[in-house]
């Protein structure tokens, strides 16, 4: 049995205390009035390097705000002209020209009022993600009746255990949305719907009989039930396989991860269009289920081999020998790839194309968000791509880890690709609200999945294929 | 120069991976093992340095990466400049998305290939090559190991490989290649 050092609780604790305190830090300091923002933005004008976010706002700001706000379908490259008319009419009639100049403060301030929400939106699904694609990554060797895996099970489960947190949180976050807390939703503002109203989007609208807030939160409550049933009863059955006389919970656990799977497999992709792709409800990518499916793939998997290297370390789970690092580093490796692939396949086809509605995605975030967009391709694909190909490589622990670090690192940057864009637009930074969030998810869930881990013996015992998994070597 | 080579036939792969522990163990030198399919871990076992064609894999890709961009760059951008999805911008790089399956196809394509001519070369294989194999059984269910009996006691190795499970023991005089 595993017991959770006192060293290992003290670093979680701290981590979601300065979390938090990040956290509140970035609610605290998101403007209130449209007074708070033209003083922020005084203040960076003047060039007190009060930081990028406020720096950069004057330009450009009529690309975001087309994103969001107007109802035709062109302003991709339309926005541009406009955003840099409205840019040199700032600067020189500041005061003559009161009332877009309030309009485009009013806009920042909606902006930077999503920021602490978006960094939290961000985190939370991000470690959400993680225990999502480890409970599938868990399903598919029991499916599989993989040989190797056995041994790992009880980390994947350890992990998995975060999830019916990261559910209660990622759906409190989701209710905060419904019940306009925050707006980082744009499409759940009842004005875009409603004929009469001047801000009335036809796009929208022509959706709203799928996207509206009753049906997206009984979706979202239906999934996660479904998720966290699987979870729930796979690891009863898991548990109960140890002192069983025979294989019949494997059997079932066996039946219930295939049936998971099919599950799984529709509703991760509904979640990514809901719960990711809805931020920006103009666009659609078919295969965005997909991109968001192999990212979570490559993160889980990255976090049982970080998991299991960390244990081993400590002494436990002798048995784990290099070639089960091996394997985890060669799917590691695998579905870097496969993200790339599929982030290629839709970055190409709408490149290529060059449809307003659809390439406003690519334009918005490589004119905005150059260095995270490029910054993380490289991390994702360039990087795992030259550290993990050599064979020898994924068999050395510190290697795995520093490519584990860097894809970890890559694939938030990704979600916050993902994200940002359509709710702060213009005004993102990377700064306390976002590492704030990062931290307090990150304390939360070592602490959870940690704390999972003591529950049940490291290893399964009567698990059919254990002993395979125990003398597993490549 | 004539030497003497031991053949063992074993017709079952977890028994002839004992073997050959066992007669890596008493210092017997393997010439060569013939299986009808791919032992897994056999080469470890039997002490073969790791395969270093990995390595040309990667170059030949670097050179399939290259000759692509080349290529692409000469037809697409400088010999008859292309208009490619309405962007006329005539520059590698700002296109470099409609070259991107190329530049990996041709990865692909020139590792691939050139890795599978290095192979044949250092196997010594081409076309109408008669085939070396000691016993066409080895091409059905039996697995051979070829064992130098030059100069050992003949006796005591037959005695050791009887031990290991071999089901037949031959003793060949073979012309020797090198």
Redesign the interface.
């Known amino acids: 049995m595993y017991t959770l050092p006192n060293k290992l609780k003290v670093f979680a604790l701290v981590f979601m205390v300065l979390g938090a305190v990040g956290i509140v830090a970035g609610f605290l300091s998101a403007p209130k009035t449209t007074e708070d923002v033209a003083a922020m933005m005084a203040d960076a004008h003047h060039g007190d390097g009060h930081g990028d976010a406020e720096a950069h706002h004057g330009d450009g700001h009529g690309e975001v705000e087309a994103t969001h706000h107007s109802g035709e379908s062109h302003h991709g490259t339309e926005s541009h002209a406009a955003s840099e008319d409205h840019h040199g009419e700032e600067m020189t009639h500041e005061h003559a020209q009161a009332d877009p100049h309030q309009e485009h403060l009013e806009h920042v301030m909606h902006q930077l009022q999503n920021r602490p929400w978006s960094a939290l939106y961000i985190a939370s699904f991000f470690f959400f993600m993680i225990a999502l694609g480890a409970l599938a990554f868990y399903a598919i060797q029991y499916a599989a009746q993989a040989g190797w895996s056995p041994i790992l099970f009880r980390v994947m489960e350890g992990i998995t255990g975060y999830l019916p947190v990261a559910s209660v949180l990622v759906f409190v976050l989701l209710l905060a949305s419904a019940f306009h807390f925050n707006h980082i939703f744009h499409w759940m503002d009842p004005e875009l719907v409603n004929p009469e109203s001047a801000h009335y989007d036809k796009i929208i609208a022509g959706k709203s009989g799928y996207l509206n807030v009753p049906f997206f939160l009984i979706r979202a409550l239906f999934f996660l039930l479904g998720w966290n049933a699987y979870r729930w009863l796979s690891r009863k059955y898991s548990l109960a396989d140890d002192t069983a006389e025979d294989q019949s919970f494997f059997k079932k656990n066996f039946k219930l991860s295939a049936g998971f799977l099919v599950f799984f497999i529709v509703t991760e992709s509904i979640m990514s269009w809901d719960w990711i792709m809805s931020f920006d409800p103009h666009w659609f990518s078919t295969l965005f289920g997909w991109y968001v499916f192999a990212g979570m793939m490559v993160c889980a998997i990255t976090v049982i081999a970080l998991v299991t290297i960390y244990l081993k370390s400590q002494g436990y789970m002798e048995e784990v020998n290099d070639s089960h690092i091996h394997d985890l580093a060669k799917f590691m490796f695998g579905f870097s790839i496969f993200w790339t692939y599929l982030w290629?396949s839709q970055?190409?086809l709408i490149?290529?194309?060059?449809i307003p509605e659809e390439v406003t995605y690519f334009v918005t975030r490589i004119e905005q968000y150059k260095l995270p967009f490029f910054g993380m391709i490289a991390m994702n694909f360039v990087f795992p791509l030259l550290l993990l190909?050599?064979?020898d490589y994924k068999r050395v622990n510190w290697f795995v880890v520093m490519a584990g670090i860097v894809i970890l690192a890559g694939h938030y940057l990704d979600v916050f690709n993902m994200v940002m864009p359509a709710t702060v637009g213009e005004s993102w930074t990377i700064g306390v609200p976002e590492l704030g969030a990062l931290m307090f998810f990150f304390g939360l869930f070592i602490y959870v999945v940690f704390t999972t881990l003591t529950k049940a013996p490291l290893v399964p015992k009567n698990n059919p294929f254990i002993k395979e998994s125990k003398h597993f070597?490549y | 120069m004539a030497s003497k080579v031991i053949h063992a036939l074993y017709n079952d792969d977890d028994i002839l991976m004992n073997a050959v522990k066992t007669v890596r163990a008493e210092h017997y030198h393997i010439e060569e093992v013939y299986t009808p399919f791919p032992v897994h871990g056999l080469d470890k076992a039997m002490g073969l340095e790791g395969t270093r064609i990995a390595i040309t894999s990667f170059m030949y890709g670097v050179v399939g990466l290259t000759v692509a961009i080349l290529m692409m760059n000469f037809i697409m951008i400088e010999d008859w400049p292309q208009d490619i999805g309405g962007k006329p911008s005539f520059s590698y790089l700002e296109n470099m998305p409609a070259f991107v399956p190329i530049m990996f196809e041709m990865t692909v394509f020139f590792a691939a290939h050139l890795m599978v001519i290095t192979f044949y070369m250092r196997s010594k294989l081409w076309p109408f090559k008669k085939a070396e194999n000691p016993d066409p059984r080895t091409t059905d269910d039996h697995f051979l190991m070829a064992i130098d009996a030059g100069h050992g006691d003949v006796k005591a190795m037959m005695k050791v490989l009887e031990a290991t499970g071999a089901v037949e023991l031959n003793i060949v005089e073979q012309e020797q290649a090198h």
Request: charge should be negative; proline fraction near 0%; hydrophobic fraction near 55%.
């Open positions: 290629f970055f190409m490149w290529y194309a060059d190909m050599n064979s070597h």
